[in-house]
């Protein structure tokens, strides 16, 4: 049974810095996708930062340079760390795993399992 929890949301102004966690548990698989998703009110979700099982990493081009997803393969934590916010930057951040390489999808359908979310709002 595969379950993800998020913590680390919170209200910052802009330009500062936060770092959201992903407890993983009950993945069985030996090759998976993790990553971060938001959702702004009105707006779509939309992945942010992907990780593979390798370390490999992709953006998406809002998040490049401010945004680093990372991996504590010990504690199989996932954590984001966020800097230089800015107001658009607000949303329900998400964290969701798939079984498989992230290469083969990156959209939200493609993702199985899901945590509750975490709110991040930058002012």
């Known amino acids: 049974h595969v379950q993800l929890v998020e913590s680390g949301g919170g209200s910052v102004q802009t330009g500062g810095s936060l770092r959201l966690s992903c407890a993983i548990s009950g993945v069985a698989s030996e090759s998976y996708c993790i990553g971060w998703f938001r959702q702004a009110p009105g707006k779509e979700r939309e992945g942010i930062a992907t990780?593979?099982?390798?370390?490999?990493?992709t953006y998406r081009d809002p998040v490049k340079g401010r945004f680093t997803i990372s991996q504590d393969n010990n504690s199989y934590t996932l954590y984001l760390q966020m800097n230089n916010l800015k107001p658009e930057d607000t949303a329900m951040y998400y964290c969701?795993?798939?079984?498989?390489?992230?290469?083969?999808?990156?959209?939200?359908?493609?993702?199985?399992?899901w945590g509750q979310g975490t709110q991040v709002t930058v002012s």
């Open positions: 969701a795993t798939k079984t498989g390489s992230c290469a083969a999808g990156r959209k939200s359908a493609d993702f199985d399992y």
């Open positions: 990780i593979d099982t390798d370390g490999t990493t």
